[in-house]
């Protein structure tokens, strides 16, 4: 049986408050003063009472969101480790126990949500369960990710600024089922190792080109690929930021064209760069530098469909394009894929 609400139970507290105070002047006459007294130390101790109940209640609560609080930690603690980790058998054990604690996290919390009356308290249980949950979705696609790839060496972190693991996940499935010659990129890093990787362990005759306005990031993510030996089908180019035009009459900074040189017949183009901090609707240019470009049979992953810029991006994209058919994947920071078959 579900128990009244912190606000339920005041409020009949103070119902009685008041019924007490009417009929004190009627009760007192007949009764005594002592009759007053007594129904005014038993409303201070059904006040004291629920005080004490609601503070119970809440440690109690606290304790449980300490709990499942030092488990999540725990998990992310075992990720990290795993990165360094390098034998398939352990790293597929390790994930599977990090799923099933995660799994046990969310359905803690789940339990505590229902057992919460007070609406702000409920409100704010909510939204650590909507964070629990995204977590449990990350360690899910990163379960999928070492399933479908063998990795034979460290690998960097994914989510916050890189590529979220649904996200990736998603970007590699589309590359596994269109199978394109050609793939470009849109920024470098993590996301060009597992998509090479993958096209290599799956048998896909294609190359990968990334794009990158910073040497560093371009370097570091060549010497990533040569590391996992697949340095062969995949590579970061630097193609520093320089005014392009945006394809609606005016200019944006973008990637140096020139960069582009011999990139023609691109079956899928993965758009999560320039970042946003280079200046409003960085990303704008993708499309029109690039479609004279595109095979005839072609996918475009647009990332971080959460920001307004970039569903302002692709909604422009659609309206010029009506050809291409968008689909919108609920990954965690948002992914829509447009296809032209």
Known sequence: MRMPSRAARLAAVTVVCLVVLILSPMLVEPFGDNLLAVLSAAVLLLLVANTLRTEQQNRRIRSQLTSIESAVKTDLAALRQLRHDLRPNTMRRRLSEIHLSS?????????????????????????????????????????????????????????????????LTLLMQEMLVSRPALVVECGSGVSTLWMALAA?????????????????????????????????????????????????????????????????????????????????????????QLWDRLADRMSIVVDDMIREDEQEIVARWSEAHPELDVEHYDTEKGTEILRRA
């Open 103 to 167: 799994y046990y996290s969310l359905a803690r919390l789940r339990r505590l949500e229902t057992s919460f009356t007070d609406s702000h308290k409920k409100g704010l249980l909510r939204e650590v369960s909507k964070v629990s949950r995204r977590d449990f979705e990350q360690v899910q696609a990163t379960i999928n990710l070492f399933a479908m790839v063998e990795v034979k060496a460290a690998v960097p972190p994914m989510r916050l600024w890189a590529v979220s693991p649904d996200a």
């Open 200 to 288: 290599k362990q799956h048998g896909i005759d294609l190359r990968i080109v990334a794009l990158d306005h910073e040497a560093e990031y371009a370097d570091k993510t060549n010497r990533m690929l040569e590391q996992h030996g697949v340095s062969d089908i995949a590579s970061a180019r630097l193609a520093p930021l320089v005014d392009v035009p945006d394809g609606e009459g005016g200019a944006q900074r973008w990637y140096d064209t020139a960069a582009l040189h011999d990139l023609d017949g691109i079956g899928l183009l993965f758009v999560d760069g320039p970042p946003a901090s280079t200046g409003p609707h960085a990303r704008m240019p993708a499309l029109s």
